[in-house]
């Protein structure tokens, strides 16, 4: 069996989540809706099962940046809120992921080739990982704090999350790329492009699980029902005083 090409980085699936201090939603189970790719018959038959391949998840994170500059009316608009709802501050999260592997080829049982995927790092990061806060507060440092309180609430539970969802997603990745088995193709080219769709399938799955967690758990341990009442109330009911003025 030999070594095929290294495959240069791909960026794989990069996404957006705003989690602002607004709406409260009810949190949804996981599923990740996305169709993982089969070992056909014809790959059984054709590729011996080889060495189950080495396979890892990166992820570098870093502190995340503060934007007091904003106002009101731009900060709702980009969380999505329906209108007569305002976001006093937002977590914007993007995620970047990006997939460096190598592919070994063998000669098919059959006709054809038979790619096998090593060597596998699925690298994730943060693109952006902004808070803001509305411009609206900079001169209120009471409410200023209280709501920049409530979106660290957020950034900490990313902070605790997002490794531990990679932690059980990196276990089980060796067996989303094959667990060793080969996939073959009419050509070396071909055999190549089914790896392909298989490594950026793992990633779409990765990055769906993670939203799909953190927009749950966001949501049940920050974003109750009783949040944005229990800001109103703060500072001696100040919220309500400058929200009107601002609308």
Known sequence: ???????????LWPFVVMLSLAA??????????????TITAQDRRACPGGVVPAARIEFASRAPSYDNATPLTQLSNDAGLTVGRVALGVTEVKLSLSAQY????????????????????????????????????????????????HEMRHVA???????????????????RVGNG??????????????????VT????????TLDDVRQREQVRQIDMPDEQPRIAAACGGRLNQLIGVAR
């Open 1 to 11: 069996m030999r070594l095929g090409r290294l495959k240069r980085s791909r960026r």
């Open 24 to 37: 409260c939603a009810t949190p949804a189970p996981v599923t990740t809706g996305i169709s993982e790719p």
């Open 157 to 175: 539970l990313d902070d605790k999350l997002i490794p531990r969802e990679i932690t059980a997603f990196d276990t089980g990745l060796p067996a």
């Open 102 to 149: 190598r592919i070994r080829h063998a000669p098919a049982l059959t006709e054809g080739v038979c790619a096998y995927p090593d060597d596998i790092v699925l690298r994730l990061s943060y693109a952006v990982r902004i808070v803001h806060v509305a411009r609206e507060f900079a001169n209120e440092p009471c409410l200023h704090a209280a709501i920049l309180a």
């Open 201 to 208: 399938t793992a990633g779409a799955v990765l990055v769906k």
């Open 181 to 198: 088995a080969g996939f073959w193709g009419a050509d070396a080219a071909a055999a190549d492009r089914r790896v392909d769709q298989v």
